[in-house]
């Protein structure tokens, strides 16, 4: 299973943006897919995460409201859309799929992760 991460690029605060994952190599719709991120100098940390079904999503409580997670099963894919965004979140962006077992995580522990898309937040 291979996963491309796209989408990022330098944003003023306050602005939005939609990073991409395709997934391809596997059954796309057996796969939880999560989106984590990691700073310079910081540990990989999880953003969000949608369910095989695209009925299931979960948010840490710091970014609720403000992103955006959906899938779309026919296109493979799986977006990150990311509205208000703030200097703090710039980071390098990754996306990693799981194969599903009913429940979702919020840790690293998935099978398979794309190369990262760079997100920086500046005025």
């Known amino acids: 299973v291979q996963l491309q991460a796209s989408g990022g690029g330098l944003v003023q605060p306050g602005n939005s943006l939609r990073l991409s994952c395709v997934v391809s190599g596997g059954t796309f719709s057996n796969y939880d897919i999560g989106w984590f991120r990691q700073a310079p100098g910081k540990e990989r940390e999880f953003v969000a995460v949608?369910?095989?079904?695209?009925?299931?999503?979960v948010y840490p409580y710091s970014e609720r409201g403000r992103f955006i997670i959906s899938r779309n099963n026919a296109k493979n894919t799986v977006y990150l859309q990311m509205n208000d965004l703030k200097p703090e979140d710039t980071a390098s962006y990754y996306c990693?799929?799981?194969?599903?077992?009913?429940?979702?995580?919020?840790?690293?522990?998935?099978?398979?992760w794309g190369q990262g898309t760079e997100v920086t937040v500046s005025s």
């Open positions: 990693a799929a799981r194969y599903t077992t009913g429940t979702v995580i919020t840790i690293t522990l998935y099978d398979y």
């Open positions: 949608i369910d095989w079904s695209g009925n299931t999503t």
